[in-house]
């Protein structure tokens, strides 16, 4: 059975620092990675999505890595602002079908 | 539509009372998923559809559970007898042909008094 971890589960941080979120994941025989965020009392908004195939995938000031090998993902966040502050959760589908097991997620305070 | 919605945003119920969720997915969306999420916990897996085909209800934590998507488009969750342990938010998220990238909605918060 997919295991998937989130550590920390909560980080806070000053505006303008560069940050790493993780993402570790027991079976790696993947199909893709999903990284998301939340805001509170709202749904999941898909940030970056990578395939199997594929190291890394980057938008804007997000970047994140996939190391299938070692089961790791590192979301990545450049200058961080205070509205990035969410919850921020990684997935992996059990196939291609898309059925995903998601991590417990990082809570992400970016302070003024 | 524009995105996925579901409804209503919020639901009380009294325990053992019936409950129905709605999921209205992306138009054209082949595939619809539905999760239930704890406080401070990551969505778990209900169901998958794909098209009005069930196709996998390995999650369901009993069968009180049941969903339903009949014309392969709207799908609906029901909970039947809800109880206190029912309380969660459920999202309903779907995906496109590729089935890679998924897409939720605002979820359903259910509160069983």
């Known amino acids: 059975k997919q295991e998937v971890t989130q550590i920390p589960a909560a980080l806070s941080v000053p505006e303008g620092e560069n940050l790493v979120l993780n993402c570790s994941f027991t079976?790696?025989?993947?199909?893709?990675l999903q990284w998301f965020r939340q805001d509170p009392g709202k749904g999941l908004t898909s940030l970056l999505l990578?395939?199997?195939?594929?190291r890394e995938q980057t938008s804007g000031r997000l970047n994140a890595s996939l190391d299938k090998s070692s089961g790791r993902s590192t979301l990545y966040i450049a200058a961080s602002q205070p509205g990035d502050s969410a919850t921020y959760l990684c997935?992996?589908?059990?196939?291609?079908?898309?059925?995903?097991?998601f991590g417990d997620g990082t809570t992400l305070t970016v302070k003024p | 539509g524009a995105g996925v919605s579901q409804s209503p945003r919020y639901k009380v119920a009294k325990r053992g009372q019936d409950v129905a969720l709605r999921c209205d997915p992306i138009?054209?969306?082949?595939?619809l998923f539905w999760y239930q999420q704890a406080l401070g916990q990551g969505p778990e897996f209900l169901t998958y559809?794909?098209?009005?085909?069930?196709?996998?209800k390995s999650g369901l934590p009993s069968d009180r559970f049941f969903a339903e998507r009949p014309e392969g488009s709207v799908s609906t969750l029901k909970i039947q007898r809800t109880q206190q342990e029912d309380s969660a938010v459920y999202l309903c998220?779907?995906?496109?042909?590729?089935?890679?990238?998924?897409?939720f909605g605002p979820g359903t918060r259910l509160t069983v008094l």
């Open positions: 998220a779907s995906s496109s042909p590729d089935g890679d990238e998924q897409f």
């Open positions: 079976d790696s025989a993947i199909y893709n």
């Open positions: 990578i395939q199997s195939s594929q």
């Open positions: 997935a992996v589908p059990y196939t291609n079908a898309g059925k995903s097991t």
């Open positions: 138009s054209g969306h082949v595939s």
């Open positions: 559809f794909q098209n009005e085909a069930q196709l996998d």
